[in-house]
Structure formats: structure tokens, C-alpha cells
């Protein structure tokens, strides 16, 4: 139960981390959060309970596969908001769209042999 109370807490340290930077320079804010932290986190993680390499490389690879579909998302969001959209409106319709692009990589990929 320590070890969970840990994991919650230094992955909550990050975000609070990322948060506080972004309040005092948007650009460098946004340098820590595109960090691969919580993916190495994540690996660190899940090394430590399994320390099965296979796993840690799916996850690993599943990784790569699924950013790409959330970039997009950082250019529908901010523009929707420069155009006057509510930022819940723009942020709902940005995870949409990222969801809807996540169900099309999965698509695709599997189409080429990739299992995500």
C-alpha cells in the first residue's frame, strides 16, 4: 500500500511541477509536460513490480504509437480557443477528436500487423 501511496505521489509531484512552470513561462511549462516522464515513470514502474523486458517494450513501442494520435489535439485546442471557443468546449472537442484518431491508429495499424 506504500509503494501505491509513492507512485500516486511522485506522479502527482510532476503534474503539480509541470502546472507551476507553466504559470510562470507557458513555453517552458510546455517543455517539461512533453517530457517523457510519465512514460519513464511508467516504465520505471512497471520494471520494478514485473521486470518482464517484453512487457516494458510493448508498452514502450505502444507508446510511440499512441502519441501520435494525441498531436493533433495540441494544435485543434489552442486554435479553437484563439477563434473564441469555451475552453470546455474546445478541450471536449480536442479529446474527442483524440479519441476518434486513437480508434483510427489502432485501425490502421492493425492493418500493418501492429497489435495496440
Known amino acids: 500500500m506504500l509503494y501505491a501511496i509513492v507512485k500516486a505521489a511522485v506522479s502527482g509531484i510532476l503534474v503539480m511541477i ?3 512552470t507553466a504559470k510562470r513561462s507557458p513555453a517552458f511549462g510546455a517543455l517539461v509536460a512533453s517530457l517523457p516522464l510519465v512514460s519513464l515513470l511508467a516504465i520505471v514502474w512497471l520494471w520494478r513490480e514485473t521486470g ?3 512487457r516494458i517494450a510493448d508498452h514502450a513501442e505502444a507508446t510511440f504509437w499512441y502519441v501520435l494520435p494525441s498531436l493533433p489535439m495540441f ?3 489552442p486554435a479553437m480557443l484563439r477563434h473564441g471557443v469555451g475552453f470546455w468546449i474546445a478541450l471536449g472537442v480536442g479529446c474527442a477528436i483524440t479519441v476518434l484518431f486513437y480508434l483510427a491508429t489502432i485501425w490502421i495499424a ?3 500487423g ?3
Open 110 to 112: 492493425s492493418r500493418f
Open 114 to 116: 501492429i497489435a495496440l
Open 75 to 77: 494544435l485543434i485546442f
Open 18 to 20: 509541470v502546472s507551476e
Open 52 to 54: 518482464d523486458t517484453l
